[in-house]
T-cell receptor, first 112, second 111 residues
Framework: GQQLNQSPQSMFIQEGEDVSMNCTSSSIFNTWLWYKQDPGEGPVLLIALYKAGELTSNGRLTAQFGITRKDSFLNISASIPSDVGIYFCAGSFSSNTGKLIFGQGTTLQVKP | DAGITQSPRHKVTETGTPVTLRCHQTENHRYMYWYRQDPGHGLRLIHYSYGVKDTDKGEVSDGYSVSRSKTEDFLLTLESATSSQTSVYFC??????????FGQGTRLTVV
């Protein structure tokens, strides 16, 4: 099946530090999304990207849709303890359905 | 929060028994999905529906069937559960966009 390579697999950082994670694919996607999952909960949508080169922010989060359409990154600035969780990238060949291909996830831990 | 309710939230069942998981939405979204989440694999699409009685297979559909008789309900059935189907199952919904909204999940253990 399709594969998204998400890195790093895990991060342990100090509160206040900036965080960067990325996803790469061998396939071209029409849409990139970033989700966060807390323990025992379902993934929650953070940012959706629809155009190559698009840079979108949501509070302290910034994500970009790579120009080649085969990659995306997510930055978190000035991390806080509640940023702890698993972050997933997801790609879609479609622009109007939620048929998504997920990365393996990045586990983020923040030390106060 | 998207109005998605999954039931049951937890279930333990024996190998070879049939199991049905239910997803109920109050958003009147056209598309509904079943994903499974396993360590090291992220989430993988099992089946999806694009309308009442309209369903199609996803990436990991073997051993699963689905039904959608009403807009608000999407059922996932394991005809004969196996240990490899031990997983966390998530229902998701979407409407005209790629942005899918997920339920809280059902943790299924097959012993």
């Amino acid at each position: 099946g399709q594969q998204l390579n998400q890195s790093p697999q895990s991060m342990f950082i100090q509160e206040g530090e900036d965080v960067s994670m990325n996803c790469t694919s061998s396939s071209i996607f029409n849409t990139w999304l970033w989700y966060k999952q807390d323990p025992g909960e379902g993934p929650v949508l953070l940012i959706a990207l629809y155009k190559a080169g698009e840079l979108t922010s949501n509070g302290r989060l910034t994500a970009q849709f790579g120009i080649t359409r085969k990659d995306s990154f997510l930055n978190i600035s000035a991390s806080i303890p509640s940023d702890v969780g698993i972050y997933f990238c997801a790609g879609s060949f479609s622009s109007n359905t939620g048929k998504l291909i997920f990365g393996q996830g990045t586990t983020l831990q923040v030390k106060p | 929060d998207a109005g998605i309710t999954q039931s049951p939230r937890h279930k333990v069942t024996e190998t070879g028994t049939p199991v049905t998981l239910r997803c109920h939405q109050t958003e009147n979204h056209r598309y509904m999905y079943w994903y499974r989440q396993d360590p090291g694999h992220g989430l993988r699409l099992i089946h999806y529906s694009y309308g009442v009685k309209d369903t199609d297979k996803g990436e990991v559909s073997d051993g699963y069937s689905v039904s959608r008789s009403k807009t608000e309900d999407f059922l996932l059935t394991l005809e004969s559960a196996t240990s490899s189907q031990t997983s966390v199952y998530f229902c998701a919904i979407s409407e005209g966009k790629t942005e899918a909204f997920f339920g809280q999940g059902t943790r299924l253990t097959v012993v």
